[in-house]
């Protein structure tokens, strides 16, 4: 009796399959292929992932302190008038934080300096870039003030 259920369930679970087959109801899903697993053996700080599957791009990132930093500015100014200093780096990693010294400059901690002086005569401005890896060389411009030329007088 128990042989003669399963049986039964068999046939009865069987029947709907081979309608479906008959039919064309079934298709395949695409096989694919499994994730693959890359080892880097390079001295990466991170991974950047682009593209899309199967054609994707791992580029590896290293993290550098900025290099070949400049100050970008003027190099004659006009006491009592503001002139405008702008750090620059041209390599390594992007500069996040700045410290300049030297004149009305001292002390500012941003990528660019207004200058405005009182006396004539030349300031040197130095400014230090860097980011979490690190600085780059201190960077240093002079800019020579002279007195304001007034109109003639008489």
């Known amino acids: 009796m ?6 039964r369930f068999l046939a009865n679970a ?3 399959l081979g ?6 109801l079934f ?4 096989v694919q292929a499994a994730p693959s697993t890359i080892t880097l053996t390079m001295p990466c700080d991170g991974y950047t992932l682009s593209g899309t599957a199967p054609n994707q791009t791992l580029t590896c990132v290293v993290l550098t302190a900025p290099s070949g930093c400049s100050i970008q500015g003027p190099t ?3 006491i009592n008038s503001s002139i405008a ?3 620059a780096c041209s390599g390594g990693g992007a500069a996040t934080q700045w410290t300049w010294t030297g004149g009305h400059c001292q002390g ?12 004539a005569g030349p300031v040197t401005y130095n400014v230090v870039a860097g980011n979490q890896e690190g600085n780059a060389a201190m960077a240093s411009s002079t800019v020579t003030w002279s007195a ?3 109109p003639p007088s008489g």
């Open 19 to 24: 309608a479906a087959l008959a039919v064309g």
């Open 76 to 78: 004659t100014g006009t």
């Open 108 to 119: 500012v901690a941003t990528q660019s300096c207004t200058g405005t002086e009182t006396q």
């Open 148 to 150: 304001q030329s007034g």
């Open 27 to 30: 298709f395949a899903a695409p």
């Open 14 to 16: 069987a029947a709907p």
């Open 2 to 7: 128990f042989r003669s259920i399963i049986d």
């Open 85 to 87: 200093l702008t750090a």
